[in-house]
């Protein structure tokens, strides 16, 4: 079974500063990773994921993600937000194998202020 | 189409009464899926389609959801005898082949509302 954990359900920043948001996964087999936002009312768009090759991706508007097999972690990061930034972050996992099925985190809540 | 599209956006329903809610993928997407996401929380997976037919539907709730796919294309997500507990916005989202590792293309979602 595989599961996601996001340990932070809110995350509050200024404009300008750097953000990290935390996710961890636990899982026996190779995964794909995934970082998703919704912005209120809106559906999911996919910021950036990991299938295999380097452990750091880049995304869209500027956020990125490090790939750690040892900590079995996949944390989003971005250098400096925006307002517009603000939105809530999924991450989530699919085990190659395991029928391609995403499996969410319960998502963080970033709220970027001036 | 040139993306998912789902109708209603928003849905209010009597506790009791049954509804369908719409899926249209993008053109071409043979794998389609069903999610729910309740309040405060990430999207649970439901159900999925691979063509017409259900592959795996083992987030179905209980025996009140089922979901169809009969052209391969559009889906229909049906609830019978709705429950206050079923609130919740229901997303679908599709990929062009299933084994897909790219991740899905979700729809906005239906919010449903039973009162």
């Known amino acids: 079974a595989q599961s996601v954990t996001q340990l932070d359900s809110q995350v509050p920043v200024f404009e300008e500063a750097p953000v990290e948001l935390r996710c961890n996964y636990s899982s026996s087999v190779s995964v794909y990773l995934f970082w998703y936002v919704q912005y209120p009312n809106q559906g999911l768009q996919l910021l950036l994921k990991?299938?295999?090759?380097?452990?750091l991706v880049k995304g869209i508007n500027g956020f990125e993600a490090e790939f750690n097999k040892s900590q079995t972690s996949f944390h989003l990061r971005k250098p400096s937000v925006h307002i517009s930034d603000t939105a809530e972050y999924f991450c989530a996992v699919i085990t190659t194998g395991g029928g391609n099925k995403l499996t969410f985190g319960t998502g963080t809540q970033l709220k970027v202020e001036l | 189409g040139a993306g998912v599209s789902q109708t209603p956006s928003n849905k209010v329903t009597e506790k009791g009464k049954y509804v369908e809610l719409r899926c249209d993928p993008i053109s071409g997407h043979t794998a389609l899926y069903w999610y729910r996401q309740s309040l405060g929380q990430g999207p649970e997976f439901l159900i999925y389609?691979?063509?017409?037919?259900?592959?795996?539907d083992s987030g179905l709730p209980n025996d009140r959801f089922f979901a169809v796919r009969p052209e391969g294309s559009v889906s229909t997500l049906k609830i019978q005898r709705t429950e206050r507990g079923d609130s919740a916005v229901y997303l679908c989202?599709?990929?062009?082949?299933?084994?897909?590792?790219?991740?899905?293309?979700f729809g906005s979602g239906t919010r449903l509302t039973v009162v």
């Open positions: 389609f691979q063509g017409t037919g259900a592959a795996d």
């Open positions: 990991y299938l295999s090759g380097s452990t």
């Open positions: 989202a599709s990929s062009p082949f299933w084994g897909d590792p790219n991740g899905y293309t």
